[in-house]
């Protein structure tokens, strides 16, 4: 794989004095239109080998470019704010949007490139963090992220010359230490793992490249074209739609009996008990939010529902008891200008807490399975290959030791209309009822044939749905508040 | 994710009765069609718990299709004559044609399920598995192979009542054993397992369906619905090509300089070296053919290389020290139909050596990234994620124990040139050379960056390429023989 990269490839400096401007109209060029059209990002990750320019080329196209439309990022060892969200958020938060340029320098495979050949991290994780990364980067290229990957390597003997050139100079010497030497010890080892690294995660859609890094006007050109080619290439690509996938016919098409049908929505539930089980659940998750050991963990809430279900009202009855300083709602509406200009998981990314914090998501990432799937906002493709993103970016935050508790809050057609009527007639109720709500009703069996899918294909050993009877308020409140204590229980007995 | 398939479904036997027959003709005539149209094969995985109708469900598709044109496979342990191949080999030798159904009774999702809730696999292997079986499918539906999953199930309370019902009746008493009742009691955990594999290997191409099994019409119904609608919506679809994708400038765009062209193509090596060598050579090849351990073994060669470049007397220089009853060689020409009915990777496949074998391809599976690359015989897609798929490939031979050793036999135009003249001047050399050779001649160029990029992707530290020069046959003879012996040395000394 590094066979063409051992060569001693070279580029003379009048040849370089040449091509350089030429190369960099082109790349200016480009980001212009890049940046006029806003179809996609641009990510150039940049890995490699210590000292093969790395630093210097991502300088260099800085140099070339407009760096106002370029977002570069270095990732070391990460700091206390990154290390107390899982690990994927870093990257989350440094993504360009639409239009722009990013280069990462360092990226998702450095860890796990260096624990495997440092830590001695054992091949069977090594080949389980491949996948996630595999995953994380299809899901990238699936929501149009242009991503360009460059490697930029140094042959063993390249290294060596490197490493005794720098100690044989004065002014240099300082730079090579028994660290550099250690990694060069590491070195056959290092590039044996990063083959099968970039083997593993070389695609079709976003393959690496290799940049021989002896030599600075090559490796300069190489970066360079290979960036500008991939830019123009899709910018002059008509836009392709996806093959359409439909999805397979539901267990309810077939006897009417589903999961939301199958519930018992009229709960009879009388105020005295309610009051009674209330102050017992509030109490309970008070006192949990200020275990000692619940600085280690993080909670997510997600409450999905009909309309008018008594959302909010289960919301109020979780915040009542916690501390205003550990929690942060978040409602999630249509998304922003800037939130469409970013993959499609990147608005709840950055609302994840830090550890020892509640974030209740009123609305959440299922809206794409949801009302983008029902009312035709995105495309049959895109909300099939959400489950299965959804289920992955749960599972990041379940290993990262977050609680996932997740409502889906049910009332029947005729408690909704009953609903809709009173929020009419109420004044202060009015605003919360719209000529949307009315619209959404009219698609109450669609919506109904979404839901089945989503719990279906969502609700699982780590991240279960609760569905919620929700026609009686006071069953509903406290079956989300007692569901919510039990799971923090259960996560905190485990250690 | 087996919520749905909780709930107690149930079709009454009138109803069935009704629409059995309405099911059945649709069925048919789509398979009609999908005969007719051959442009994709149906392949219907059937998985899940044992008692929820599994045996029942296939049977009745091979009654309500016609079988003739159905291939139904089961899979239980691998016999061994399997045992013998790597662990995918038996399923690639099952796989449908273009135009048929498939159906796998237990598939590759089995055994990695079974070691894990009752071997104890460990999480990270299990990963590891599935990433694999992601992969694979991911080719396959590629390749346009419509996949449809079926996952058979039953509750926990279901199964209970369905042993209990056995048990009590005299005539199946004998149907139920401690070996049912340990995976009864196993269920809990095999549940837990397999929602986490269907959850990893349910994608927007190949999502799992859950079939309720407790009710025998409820779960036919739900089976046949899924399939028909699954086959006739493909059939439906208009034939969509894949986006075009374009490689990215390789290292000899900028400076000229690549791996071939590195070569040093003229070597010289007289006759009475060459003479004393591959005697040396022969000899070691022959000694390691008959090693005690080589029966653990399997090799299996590549030739590749320029247009007469002597990959015939290289291989012959091979077969020569060998016992005929011990290797097979395989020339690759231009795919048959039957194998141009299925994925590409189908025909290697099919030629694998079983242990204790040698298997010699002139021209092979790198046909696809060469040839069908620089031809335009398939479309830039295909041969781009030819190279993650072939790395795949060879992955599984060598973690099967197959040792694979690959030639690029190299010459230069102005040798070839000499010898396609020689070749027309000797009568019984005429065969030999068509007009297609002077045709491939002309895309001399074509072809090098083709075989740069082959060097690049699939020269991995496990299945390295080697580079012969080839001027001189008799240098060229002797490294191709060197090598091979060195490999299977280096793999028997591993143990």
Request: aromatic residues 12%; positive net charge; contains cysteine.
């Amino acid at each position: 794989m590094f066979d063409s990269a051992n060569l001693d490839h070279h580029i003379s400096k009048d040849r370089f004095r040449r091509e350089e401007p030429k190369l960099r109209t082109a790349l200016l060029e480009a980001q212009v239109r890049l940046g006029q059209a806003k179809r996609f990002p641009v990510l150039i990750l940049v890995g490699g080998v210590e000292g093969a320019g790395k630093g210097e080329t991502v300088n260099l196209l800085n140099e070339w470019m407009d760096p106002r439309y370029i977002q570069t990022t270095a990732f070391g060892l990460p700091n206390e704010e990154e290390d107390s969200r899982p690990a994927m958020w870093r990257y989350w938060q440094a993504l360009p949007p639409k239009g722009r340029f990013g280069i990462f320098f360092g990226g998702w495979h450095t860890q796990t490139l260096v624990d495997r050949v440092f830590k001695a991290e054992s091949k069977s994780r090594f080949e389980t963090e491949i996948a996630a990364i595999q995953r994380f980067e299809r899901m990238l290229t699936d929501e149009g992220v242009l991503l360009i990957k460059c490697w930029f390597h140094l042959s063993k003997r390249q290294q060596k010359k490197r490493l005794e050139a720098l100690e044989s100079d004065k002014k240099t010497r300082w730079r090579v230490g028994t660290e550099e030497w250690r990694y060069f010890n590491a070195s056959d080892r290092f590039n044996q793992v990063s083959e099968h690294l970039i083997r593993a995660t070389s695609t079709g859609e976003a393959p690496w490249v290799i940049v021989p890094g002896a030599d600075p006007n090559y490796r300069a050109l190489l970066t360079g074209r290979t960036i500008l080619a991939r830019v123009n290439e899709r910018l002059d690509q008509k836009a392709v739609s996806a093959p359409a996938v439909k999805p397979t016919p539901r267990p309810a098409d077939v006897d009417g009996l589903n999961v939301i049908r199958a519930l018992e929505l009229d709960q009879v539930y009388d105020k005295a008990t309610y009051e009674k089980e209330l102050e017992k659940w509030q109490g309970r998750l008070n006192l949990l939010s200020r275990h000692k050991r619940f600085k280690n963990l993080a909670v997510v809430t997600v409450f999905e529902g009909n309309d008018a279900a008594g959302k909010g009202g289960a919301i109020r009855r979780i915040t009542q008891s916690l501390d205003a300083r550990f929690y942060r709602g978040v409602a999630i509406a249509a998304p922003t200008e800037e939130e469409r200009a970013q993959p499609y998981l990147w608005r709840f990314w950055r609302h994840l807490p830090r550890k020892g914090r509640f974030t209740i998501f009123d609305r959440s990432w299922y809206g794409r399975v949801l009302v983008e799937r029902v009312e035709g906002f995105c495309s049959e493709a895109d909300w099939m290959r959400a489950y299965s993103e959804i289920n992955d970016f749960e599972a990041q935050l379940i290993s990262h030791d977050t609680v996932v508790v997740k409502y889906w809050l049910a009332i029947s057609k005729e408690e909704q209309l009953r609903r809709f009527k009173l929020r009419e007639a109420t004044s202060f109720k009015q605003w919360k009822i719209t000529d949307e709500d009315w619209r959404n009703r009219k698609k109450w069996e669609a919506y109904e044939t979404a839901v089945c899918d989503m719990v279906e294909r969502t609700s699982t050993e780590i991240a279960p749905w609760t569905l919620v009877e929700a026609n009686n308020k006071y069953f509903a409140r406290i079956k989300v508040l007692k569901t919510l204590v039990k799971a923090v229980e259960e996560r905190l007995a485990k250690g």
